[in-house]
């Protein structure tokens, strides 16, 4: 079973917006750090934002200022607002808990399935 469900993923013209979504268990999400990741066709897993219980945040320098990730403790969700996107946002959008921040450190093998963002005209 995955530790993590991603939702809200789509298709969506540059510039467009869209809101990620991650459920995760209690356990879990109360403990530790939370974390979007991204991969492309062909690339590498890439950390785009991170998050810690109390709310202290991490970006990648290629997504600051259009992602905003945040986190509802009472709904063990965390989220990834995206704005301004662009072509090369088009990746496989995954959520992690991590041990650490900055740099990220995610803690469970099993990355679920995943939500797709293309980001196309």
């Known amino acids: 079973q995955v530790q993590f469900v991603e939702s809200g993923g789509g298709l969506v013209q540059p510039g467009g917006s869209l809101r990620l979504s991650c459920a995760t268990s209690r356990s879990i999400f109360s403990i530790y750090a939370m974390g979007w990741y991204r991969q492309a066709p062909g690339k590498q897993r890439d950390v785009v934002a991170t998050i810690t219980p109390g709310g202290s945040t991490f970006y990648a320098d290629s997504v600051k200022g259009r992602f905003t990730i945040s986190r509802d403790n009472a709904k063990n969700m965390v989220y990834l607002q995206m704005n301004s996107l662009k072509p090369e946002d088009t990746a496989v959008y995954y959520c992690?808990?991590?041990?650490?921040?900055?740099?990220?450190?995610?803690?469970?093998?099993?990355w679920g399935q995943g939500t797709q963002v293309t980001v196309s005209s």
């Open positions: 992690n808990a991590n041990l650490n921040i900055n740099p990220a450190r995610p803690l469970y093998d099993d």
